[in-house]
Structures are given as C-alpha cells and as structure tokens.
C-alpha cells in the first residue's frame, strides 16, 4: 500500500480498514515466538484461528462465522455434487 502511495495504516472514520484477528491461543499457532508469530500465522494458521474479517471497514465475519456460512456451504456442496456427477 505504501508503494501505491495509498492512505492506509491507520482506523479512523473514513479510512479503509481490512483486517482480520487471531485467536493467539489456537493450537495450529501454540508456543510461535514473538518473533515468529507472522511465520506462524502466514504458513501454519488453522482457518478456525480466524476471529474476526473486516473489508472496507465492514465486518464480514464475526467469531469466526461468516454470516452467509450457510448459504455458502450448500452452494458448494452442490457445486460438488454437479463436478462429480459429471465424472
């Protein structure tokens, strides 16, 4: 973002604000370092770890639900259906 020149960086009205919070305490980043806390994150994070996603400033997933989880869920489901009927 820097290097486009973007004003990011900072959570204030009017600013975007895309970021997402850790459960520090899940297994699938136990025990990471201070220091290796981003590499854990990056390359070993477990999808369940995932708190909270915010786009734009907007939540899009609260304790780890997506609010159309649901819906979103089926649709695969039945995308898959269709993939393997074809096989």
Partial sequence: ARALGLPVGELRPGARADFFTVALDD?????????DLLGGIVF?????????????????????????QAKIV?????????LWARA
Wanted: charged share 30%; aromatic share 2%; no cysteine.
């Fill in 74 to 82: 089926l649709d695969f489901e039945a995308a898959m259906e269709a």
């Fill in 27 to 35: 297994p699938s980043i136990a025990g990471a370092s201070e220091g």
């Fill in 44 to 68: 070993g994070l477990s999808v369940r770890a995932i708190r909270e996603v915010a786009v734009s400033g907007a939540l899009r997933v609260r304790d780890g639900r997506h609010p159309d």
